[in-house]
C-alpha cells in the first residue's frame, strides 16, 4: 500500500519551496527556484511540474501553501503581494487544485509560520501565543484557545500596525506611528538614515546594526534597547488584550539575541502587571531556515 503524502509550497517575494512530506511531517524532498518573472502564471506552472515529478509512485493527499500578503481564504487566491507584479489575485487554490486533483489550502505566511513554530517549533506546550515576523516589516499570527485566530476580515495579528507613538514617525502603510515604523528592519533602517545625516559612520541596516553592537559598539547596543523598548510597548498591548503565555520572535531577535530580549525582557516587566509577566515567555523562533516548508506542510493540516 503506497503511504499518502502532502505537498508543501512556500511562496516567498524572492523565492518559492516545494516540499513532499509524509503524513507525520518528515520532509522527503524539496526544491526551490527564484520566483521567475512574469506574475503567477510561470511560477505556478513550475510548482505543477516539480509536484507531478513528486508524485510519481507516491500519492499526494493534500497540498498547503504558505504565502507572502493577505490571502482571501473564500476564493482561495491572494488579494496583493507587495513588491510583486502579475500576483494580484493570482487563483492559487483553482489552479494547483485543477492540476493536481486534491485538496489545497492557503493561508498567509504569518498565519502558516505561526502554525509551525506551535506545533514544531518554539510555540509547543501553550495554546495561548503570538508568533512575530520582525523582519523587513513585523507581522504576526495569534494561537488563541488553541487554535488559529484569523479575526473578522483575515486580518488579525497586524500588530506591526498599533499606533505606538501617535502622529509618530511615517510607516510604509500610510499612517503615522505604528510599531513598524520603530521595531522592524524598515523602521531600524529609518532611524538609522536620521542618524546618518548627523554622523555618517552609523551602519545602514538592522543586520549591520546588530553586528555592530555584537562587536560592543555601545551605541549600537543602546540603539537596539530603543527597538526592544517600543517592541515591549507593542507586545504588553498584546499581552493585555488577550492574556496570551508566550511571545515568539522571528528574524532580527533570533540574530540579536540577548542584545534584544534582555532589554525586551525588562521593560516588559516594567509596564505588565506581575501576574501576567510571570506566565510570560518571550523567546527566539527555533525553526530557522526550515520555517518556510515547514508552515507549508502546517497549512495542508489546518482542518478548518
Ligand atoms: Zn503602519
Known amino acids: 500500500m503506497t503511504q499518502a503524502h502532502i505537498l508543501g509550497v512556500d511562496l516567498g517575494s524572492t523565492k518559492i519551496s516545494v ?5 507525520f511531517g ?3 524532498k524539496e526544491q ?4 521567475l518573472e512574469g506574475g503567477w502564471q510561470p511560477n505556478l506552472s513550475e510548482i505543477i511540474q516539480i509536484s507531478k515529478t513528486y508524485s510519481q509512485g507516491q500519492e499526494i493527499q493534500c497540498v498547503g501553501v504558505s504565502a507572502g500578503g493577505p490571502v482571501d481564504l473564500t476564493h482561495g487566491r491572494l488579494i496583493d503581494v507587495p513588491n510583486s507584479k502579475g500576483w494580484q489575485n493570482a487563483p492559487i487554490v483553482k489552479v494547483l487544485e485543477e492540476a493536481l486533483t486534491v485538496p ?3 493561508e498567509n505566511d504569518a498565519n502558516a509560520c505561526t502554525l509551525a513554530e506551535w506545533q514544531f517549533g518554539a510555540g509547543k506546550e501553550s ?3 503570538a508568533f512575530l515576523t520582525f523582519s ?3 507581522g504576526a499570527g495569534l494561537i ?4 488559529l485566530y484569523r479575526g473578522a476580515r483575515n486580518l488579525a495579528g497586524e500588530i506591526g500596525h498599533q499606533i505606538i507613538v501617535p502622529d509618530g514617525a511615517p510607516c510604509g502603510c500610510g499612517k503615522r506611528g505604528c510599531l513598524e515604523a520603530y521595531a522592524s528592519g524598515q523602521g531600524i533602517e529609518r532611524q538609522l538614515n536620521e542618524l546618518r545625516e548627523q554622523d555618517p559612520t552609523w551602519p545602514q541596516t538592522a543586520k549591520q546594526l546588530v553586528e555592530e553592537a555584537q562587536s560592543g559598539s555601545q551605541r549600537a547596543v543602546d540603539l537596539l534597547k530603543d527597538v526592544a523598548h517600543y517592541l515591549a510597548q507593542g507586545i504588553a498591548n498584546l499581552v493585555f488584550m488577550l492574556d496570551i503565555d508566550r511571545v515568539i520572535l522571528g528574524t532580527i531577535a533570533v540574530g540579536a539575541g540577548d542584545l534584544i530580549f534582555d532589554p525586551l525582557k525588562d521593560r516588559l516587566q516594567a509596564l505588565l502587571w506581575p501576574e ?3 506566565g510570560l515567555s518571550v523567546v527566539p523562533a527555533e525553526l530557522g531556515p526550515e520555517l518556510g516548508d515547514t508552515s507549508a506542510f502546517c497549512v495542508a493540516r489546518i482542518d478548518n
Open 19 to 23: 516540499s513532499l512530506w509524509t503524513s
Open 26 to 28: 518528515k520532509k522527503l
Open 32 to 35: 526551490r527556484f527564484l520566483t
Open 104 to 106: 489545497v489550502k492557503i
Open 127 to 129: 495554546n495561548h501565543l
Open 136 to 138: 523587513t516589516g513585523i
Open 144 to 147: 488563541l484557545d488553541g487554535d
Open 276 to 278: 501576567l509577566y510571570e
